[in-house]
């Protein structure tokens, strides 16, 4: 699986946007981009994934770049609830493969009041 | 996510005590997962089962084995606990089905080894 580079940490007002990178400049043809978030020692939750387009729903936005080497999630209208580690995740949609998901360091936001 | 969930939540236990983590399901799912998460780092896969008959090692399943019992059940067992194993557990789910093809997590285990 392609590995991925997340900043360690950032900050977010709330009520604004917070934009989280993502780079992956390895991955390959047929890697998807997913994102978990883990809210404090809970399990992770799934927010979004996507291949090449850019891709929307209920949680957030996926914008990936033309040449898929990098992307970001995009939390519309952060709330204090969404204070968590973000993890970035590249791999292949491969049924007989598996989902197995590999987790790197992860973003830890902090939305503040 | 209640449709998944983990018993024990907290277990402490001696060196050299064999013990299972236990894990349903009420998804339907037919895969099932095990990570490990030590303190500050992201989760690591040690078991998965793509259903009854069929199960995998991740890539630290050392020390570690599984039973899938039935499709919704899939336990862990570390036959014979290290201080080292002391982690937060967390098992997970998956529909091969589906095209969203996500994961499904438990509440996690905090097993502490003494």
């Known amino acids: 699986d392609a590995k991925t580079t997340q900043p360690p940490s950032m900050d977010c007002a709330e009520g604004r946007a917070a934009n989280l990178p993502c780079n992956h400049s390895?991955?390959?043809?047929?890697?998807?981009v997913y994102w978990y978030r883990q809210i404090h020692s809970q399990g992770p939750q799934y927010i979004i994934h996507?291949?090449?387009n850019n891709e929307t729903n209920e949680m957030a936005s996926l914008i990936i770049t033309e040449d898929r080497k990098s992307s970001t999630l995009i939390l519309p209208h952060a709330t204090l609830r969404d204070t968590a580690v973000y993890y970035c995740i590249v791999r292949p949609f491969d049924k007989a493969a598996g989902n197995k998901l590999t987790f790197g360091g992860g973003t830890r936001v902090l939305v503040k009041p | 996510d209640a449709d998944v969930t983990q018993t024990p939540r907290n277990r402490i236990t001696k060196t050299g005590k064999r013990i299972m983590l236990e894990c349903s399901q009420t998804?339907?799912?037919?895969?099932m997962y095990w990570y490990r998460q030590d303190p500050g780092l992201g989760l690591r896969l040690i078991y998965y089962s793509f259903d009854v008959k069929d199960i995998n090692k991740g890539e630290i399943s050392d020390g570690y084995s599984v039973s899938r019992q039935a499709q919704a059940k899939f336990s862990l067992s570390l036959e014979s606990a290290i201080p080292n194993q002391t982690a937060l557990y967390f098992c997970?789910?998956?529909?091969?089905?589906?095209?969203?093809?996500?994961?499904?997590f438990g509440p996690g285990t905090r097993l502490t080894v003494t």
């Open positions: 390895t991955i390959s043809g047929n890697e998807y």
């Open positions: 997970a789910t998956s529909d091969s089905g589906t095209g969203r093809d996500e994961q499904y």
């Open positions: 998804k339907g799912h037919d895969r």
């Open positions: 996507g291949l090449k």
